[in-house]
């Protein structure tokens, strides 16, 4: 199960949780249970917000800098949600590139599991 998926499994009804050391502070999680009298249905609602913020001056934002730091704070976002992945990945890789098509597949099982498995723990 994939980090991501921890963090929506981890969140409760009507909590705000952020969670897991390298989604910490850039993600947060609501959740809602909301009940409707009139059609007498519950509606379970999730929603996730990312950010990440930078710190630039008016000088540095004209500049290269300020355009390495925008580009940084994006490149944070992306690493918190795909980084875990980047290992698996390479020695997937590595595994097709050497020929070992059996291992390969059960790599590639093993990282499809790891993304989109959201059992709840």
């Not at 007498?40 to 300020?66: C, F, H, M, P, W």
Request: proline residues 2%; hydrophobic residues 40%; aromatic residues 6%.
């Amino acid at each position: 199960m994939s980090n991501f998926s921890k963090l929506l499994m981890q969140n409760r009804t009507n909590q705000r949780a952020v969670a897991l050391e390298t989604l910490r502070d850039c993600m947060e999680i609501k959740t809602e249970w909301e009940p409707n009298r009139i059609t007498n249905v519950n509606v379970y609602t999730v929603g996730v917000t990312i950010q990440a913020r930078a710190y630039i001056s008016d000088a540095d934002l004209k500049r290269e800098v300020g355009q390495h730091a925008i580009r940084d704070t994006k490149r944070h976002i992306v690493e918190a949600v795909f980084g875990e992945f980047r290992l698996p990945i390479s020695t997937l890789h590595q595994a097709i590139s050497m020929g070992d098509l059996d291992k390969a597949r059960r790599l590639l099982k093993e990282l499809e599991l790891q993304m989109f498995s959201v059992e709840d723990i």
